[in-house]
């Protein structure tokens, strides 16, 4: 008989049966363990993880250098560096210790767990918002004011960022006689505030002007005069968005979700929205909110959405998908213009236009681990998302899936597990195979298989593993091996018989390697049973 090359690979395809795996543009594997496929259609092992810094309990990173980030541990939001040497900086406790979400712009870091919220300016924390006063508490006193009605109202201020929170209601103070004035109960000091302004009507006006900016902790502010008072207040009245989850901009909106609701800010106002009007809710609560360009992905447990346009006039809205997400997986392709998920389905790919592509479907049966995170990878020559157990290799959407991975969160080169910080670019071991299903080299015939010829560079021995039938299974090692691609040749049992044969190939001592082809040279009996 003829040799047999198998290969290229194209990923894991547990739908088809495991003696269908060979296709005229190449193999599929039954199984693809902690293994990539590469763009050449070869086998690699995964990266391995590296330690950086031992912790108990770490979670939420989000990466902002090659060496810098955030981190939350035991409902404390910590910055840190891992250069020289690991230090980090305690920024905010939190009230919960879930899960945060994190949206940098601008120079700024946004972050929110769904109950706590902030954001992060050259290492300084503010509230992402500042909070929008009741309706002030007046009083009369002398002064020059004449008879007549006189709306005050408040707000909080920032001197240094220049940031203006939300006005509050008015209150309107009343005068029966002239020589009066107004005497403001300012209201209490609040984090991110260094001033309050204080605003004030003409007599029976119906717009409000800027009357005095007082430090925070004045007690009162007497309005004596509305003289000096020129500058209009704003024209809206802002409210601190609630804290969310799946945080994301969009078209100079800082967005995010919360249960059922999905909210959105204020133009270029991030932290702010207007409270009457500015959410969508859904059926069910949203797992998914990622923005293309013209409009945003929203996936809810059960269904996926594209809304085009500005969240508040949607222009068009469409259902790409009759099924959801899973919860907080977005992520945005490195070099094109795509946004993913993982879905029910495994990954979708979604465009600028409302486009999608279920990846993943036609070729695996998914059974996601449930992880919220999803990390985008641009090293060792190709592009790959990793999420729930599975990677997917993002130019040729070959997949494979990640055993005994265990990351609590992942973020650039960065990811988190329950006793540390890591690197997921490092160089530990990895136990890996790949399964090539059965193979019957072409022919019904019993067979033999003296021997296999694997074109791979490994840094240890390759094994094979051979079954003749579901229930024995022999392990051969490689004569020899090589970190350069060479072939590595494997003698198999001269008295092994079947028509088919089960085919895996292992590493060994969780070495690195890159698989090219698997070549057998069987031999048949001439029997067909």
Known sequence: METKQIGGFLGLNNRLPDTALNTENGTWLKEAVNVDIDNAGRVRSRDGLTLIQAMTGAHSVFATSATTGYLVRASVLYSFTTSPSYSEVLLKILTVNTAVHYQGYNGSLYYSNGTDSGRVEAGIWFPWALPTPDAPTTATTSGGLHVGGYQVAVRYYNSVTGEAGGISASTVHEFTADSQGIRVTIPAATSGATHVQVFVSRQNGSEIYLHSSVSTGTSVLDIVSTDATTTTADPYFASPMPACSNLFVHMGRLCGTSGSRLYYGLAYRFGYYEASDGYIDFEGDVQVAVPNQFGVYVATETNTYWFLGDLSKVERIA???????????????????????????????????????????????????????????????????????????????????????????????????????????????????????????????????????????????????????????????????????????????????????????????????????????????????
């Not at 695996?364 to 985008?376: I, K, L, Q």
């Not at 193979?439 to 490994?458: D, H, I, M, W």
């Not at 969780?510 to 057998?520: I, K, N």
Request: glycine share 12%.
């Open 319 to 529: 259902d790409p998908l009759p099924y959801g997400g899973q919860f907080g997986t977005a992520f945005r392709l490195p070099h094109k213009k795509l946004v993913g998920w993982f879905g029910a389905n495994g990954f979708v790919l979604g465009d600028e236009q409302g486009q999608v592509t279920a990846m993943m479907q036609e070729a695996v049966d998914v059974t996601p681990d449930n992880g919220g995170w999803s990390a985008t990878f641009s090293n060792r020559g190709y592009r790959r998302v990793v999420s729930n157990g599975y990677c997917m290799n993002l130019e040729t959407g070959a997949v494979s899936t990640y055993a005994d991975y265990a990351v609590t969160s992942a973020s650039g080169g960065f990811g988190t597990k329950a006793d540390g910080l890591y690197s997921l670019t490092g160089a530990q071991p990895v136990d890996a195979h790949i399964d090539l299903g059965k193979q019957n080299f072409g022919v019904e015939n019993l067979k033999r298989t003296p021997a296999c010829y694997l074109g791979v560079s490994s840094e240890t021995p390759m094994e094979l593993r051979v079954s003749p039938s579901d229930d024995e299974t022999y392990e051969y090692t490689a004569r020899s091996y090589n970190t350069d691609t060479r072939i590595q040749r494997v003698d198999i049992g001269r008295g092994l018989r079947s028509s088919w044969f089960g085919l895996s190939i292992h590493n060994t001592e969780g070495s690195d390697f890159t698989l090219a082809s698997v070549s057998f040279a069987p031999v048949a009996s001439g029997r067909r049973i």
